[in-house]
């Protein structure tokens, strides 16, 4: 699973929808961080990577440890933690690398206290089989300077993982929010694509056996908003069919299944004559966790 929680500066643009909608006690760390373990709980994964784990005292990650005592957390003081099933995997080693130098903003709206990737080496108690996992978090918006400086973390990534696990010995995933679309196309935004194919990684979504998203077509980031006839609707479900958030696997992988996990607490309701999915109770998150379930050589 890779699931982006929602910083607790609650700073994003669909936060300030929510708020002139009158449901700003919603984006509460007390009031999302339940949802988000049931989130978890519900797609059972073994491993987990986090995004946002920032801007609140406690860490977001330290209220999730007790929400989800049965895993073990690497880097949990990391932006990008990583959570492992504690009675499958032990954390060998782990670490956190800093993507680029200082914390460089791509346009001025840009809030970033640097760009990191977090990185774990996992012993399988039953097998003693090991396995590299990274995860990461890169710049937003859609603009040349942000796809520019994207480019250039994932290249520092790339050499990363390179280094941790040269050749691609051992397993390995690459898990985070990478602000760009599965499915772009323009050259300078789709590096995140193109370099990590040529580090003999593939999209999970791209080689899966069947697509389980439990809202058909449903968006990874749906940013708490979705447009309906014309007009922004708070807690609307965004079905764009497009993903920023991503489970990277070797190229060999089997991949049974991804999904955007949208659920649970989506209904259906008509809004403006048109009948829409819609959270009809707190969101954890302005994402929505993206699962898969695989088998690595």
């Known amino acids: ?7 607790g500066r609650n700073d994003c643009a669909g936060c300030k929808a929510m708020k002139a909608a009158g449901l700003g006690d919603e984006l509460k760390l007390s009031a999302r961080l339940p949802v988000v373990a049931e989130k978890v709980q519900l797609a059972d994964p073994d ?23 049965e895993y073990a ?14 009675s499958r995997f032990t954390v060998v080693d782990s670490g956190v690398e800093q993507l680029e130098k200082g914390a460089r903003k791509c346009i001025g709206r840009d809030r970033t206290n640097g760009r990191f990737a977090s990185w774990a080496l996992l012993r399988e108690t039953a097998t003693e089989r090991e396995l590299w996992v990274f995860n990461t978090h890169l710049h937003p918006y859609d603009q040349a300077a942000c796809a520019d400086l994207r480019a250039a973390n994932v290249a520092r990534l790339a050499e990363l993982v390179t280094a ?12 985070g929010d990478f602000n760009a679309f599965g499915d772009e196309t323009r050259e300078r935004f789709s590096a995140h694509l193109t370099t990590l194919r040529e580090l003999g990684m593939a999209d999970a979504a791209a080689i899966a056996a069947q697509d389980d998203s439990d809202v058909p077509n449903a968006a990874s980031a749906g940013w708490m908003t979705a447009t309906v006839k014309g007009r922004s609707q708070v807690k609307v479900v965004r079905t764009s069919g497009r993903h920023i958030d991503f489970i990277w696997v070797p190229q060999d992988a089997e991949v049974a299944s991804w999904a955007v996990l949208s659920g649970p607490g989506v209904e259906h309701r008509r809004i403006r004559g048109v009948k829409v999915p819609v959270w009809s109770g707190v969101m954890g998150s302005d994402h929505s966790p993206v699962v898969a379930r695989l088998a690595l050589a």
């Open 1 to 7: 699973m890779t699931y982006n929680t929602l910083t």
């Open 47 to 69: 491993i987990i990577g986090f995004q946002e784990n920032e801007g609140a005292d406690p860490l977001p990650q330290t209220r999730l440890a007790t929400l989800l005592p």
């Open 73 to 86: 957390w690497a880097n949990p003081d990391a932006t990008v933690p990583i959570a492992v099933r504690s």
């Open 164 to 175: 941790k696990n040269p050749d691609g010995r051992l397993p390995q995933l690459i898990l």
